[in-house]
T-cell receptor, first 113, second 110 residues
């Protein structure tokens, strides 16, 4: 079946612009997660959704970051007024329930100039 | 202290060799454990879950030691295709959050 998909696959933007990243989870997966991975570093948890609600937003780096999920499906991660330090790969993962294995999408590579 | 710590390596081994490495976790409430594999510029992919009794999947063996709070991965008869970064992943039962280690890099040479 189809895996997790993310779009765009690559995004280059100018400092100060807003960007929106999209994640389509595996159909039927109730849990959805966003992570950030800077070059050569490990995964950094950002936020997760259980259904459409986000019980844990503790990983969001600043108030410039927000995420939403609708219809227990697609999620968008929005970064406002991007900064150069936001440059990273943003990975989305989904799981059938919060306790089960997470499957990752291919990521969106964001470069802020 | 990081929630999950791994030896970053790199572990450089010849084809056919056995390589093993550990990861330690700090949260005693952790309930599920996984090894993921990440190739360069690719997303992490599940390699195997780790069960309390230890488990084997082909050339890969995972062990869990709850008392000492560590997980191990052993790769037998290494192949060139095993070259990757291996991520230790721990799920907390408190908040169902996955914590990732920074990864152990393994390079298998011909």
């Amino acid at each position: 079946g189809a895996g997790v998909s993310q779009s765009p696959s690559n995004k280059v933007t100018e400092k100060g612009k807003d960007v929106e990243l999209r994640c389509d989870p595996i159909s039927g997966h109730t849990a959805l997660y966003w992570y950030r991975q800077r070059l050569g570093q490990g995964l950094e948890f950002l936020i997760y959704f259980q259904g459409n609600s986000a019980p844990d937003k503790s990983g969001l780096p600043s108030d410039r970051f927000s995420a939403e999920r609708t219809g227990e499906s697609v999620s968008t991660l929005t970064i406002q007024r991007t900064q150069q330090e936001d440059s990273a790969v943003y990975l989305c993962a989904s799981s059938r329930t919060v306790q089960e294995t997470q499957y990752f999408g291919p990521g969106t590579r964001l470069l802020v100039l | 202290r990081k929630e999950v710590e791994q030896d970053p390596g790199p572990f450089n081994v010849p084809e056919g060799a056995t390589v093993a490495f550990n990861c330690t976790y700090s949260n005693s409430a952790s309930q599920s454990f996984f090894w993921y594999r990440q190739d360069c510029r690719k997303e992490p992919k599940l390699l195997m879950s780790v069960y309390s009794s230890g488990n084997e999947d082909g050339r890969f063996t995972a062990q869990l030691n709850r008392a000492s709070q560590y997980i191990s991965l052993l790769i037998r008869d290494s192949k060139l295709s095993d070259s990757a970064t291996y991520l230790c992943v721990v799920l907390s039962s408190n908040d169902y959050k996955l914590s990732f280690g920074a990864g152990t890099t393994v390079t298998v040479r011909a």
